[in-house]
């Protein structure tokens, strides 16, 4: 019988890890695209004329988190795609150089949003959409630290600043 139950158990772990591997099939008009499961697709720069792939790839939302001063974002005409393309968008803006817990606190309001999943989160590279998911992960999924530190670092998240902020603003807002 514990024998039964430990390959069931192994049955299941398997099962777990393999709905939540990450995925990074080649999108055109979007850098590092990495997605998990069909709840979210974190990646970098992403040119408005991608926005319609991304809807017919199931997203509800586009949840942008480049400042509208970067190279590339052209935040005006990613907001008039989204809309022609019928996907929710949402400017976050997001300094990953003096990150702000306003815009993680911003950022659980939206993700929480019924309509707004599944989400393609972006920024330039990949690493603040990956940081704000693992936020995510843990204070709304349940997960723990170190699963979701895991899976943000195959979502792209390869910045030991970004990432200690998201470790500090867990421990400060997990209840």
């Known amino acids: 019988m514990k024998r039964?139950?430990?390959?069931?158990?192994?049955?299941?772990?398997?099962?777990?890890?393999?709905?939540s591997q990450v995925k990074k099939?080649?999108?055109?008009?979007v850098s590092n695209f990495a997605h998990v499961e069909t709840t979210v697709a974190?990646?970098?720069?992403?040119?408005?004329?991608?926005?319609?792939?991304?809807?017919?790839?199931?997203?509800?939302s586009v949840i942008n988190l480049r400042l509208a001063s970067e190279p590339g974002a052209d935040i005006?005409?990613?907001?008039?795609?989204?809309?022609?393309?019928?996907?929710?968008?949402v400017h976050l803006p997001f300094n990953g150089g003096m990150p702000d817990?306003?815009?993680?606190?911003?950022?659980?309001?939206?993700?929480?949003?019924?309509?707004?999943?599944?989400?393609?989160?972006?920024?330039?590279?990949?690493?603040?959409?990956?940081?704000?998911?693992?936020?995510?992960?843990v204070l709304i999924d349940g997960w723990d630290n170190d699963r979701a530190s895991e899976e943000a670092s195959q979502l792209g998240l390869t910045s030991q600043p970004l990432k200690t902020f998201a470790l500090s603003y867990i421990q400060v807002h997990k209840k």
């Open 4 to 19: 039964l139950q430990l390959i069931f158990a192994y049955i299941a772990l398997g099962v777990a890890f393999a709905q």
């Open 25 to 29: 099939p080649a999108v055109p008009g």
């Open 42 to 60: 974190c990646a970098g720069a992403t040119t408005p004329a991608a926005l319609a792939g991304i809807k017919k790839m199931g997203y509800a």
């Open 76 to 89: 005006e005409t990613e907001a008039a795609a989204a809309k022609a393309a019928e996907i929710n968008f």
């Open 101 to 137: 817990p306003a815009v993680a606190d911003q950022f659980i309001k939206v993700i929480t949003t019924p309509g707004n999943q599944p989400a393609f989160i972006h920024c330039a590279s990949g690493n603040r959409a990956a940081a704000m998911w693992m936020i995510k992960r």
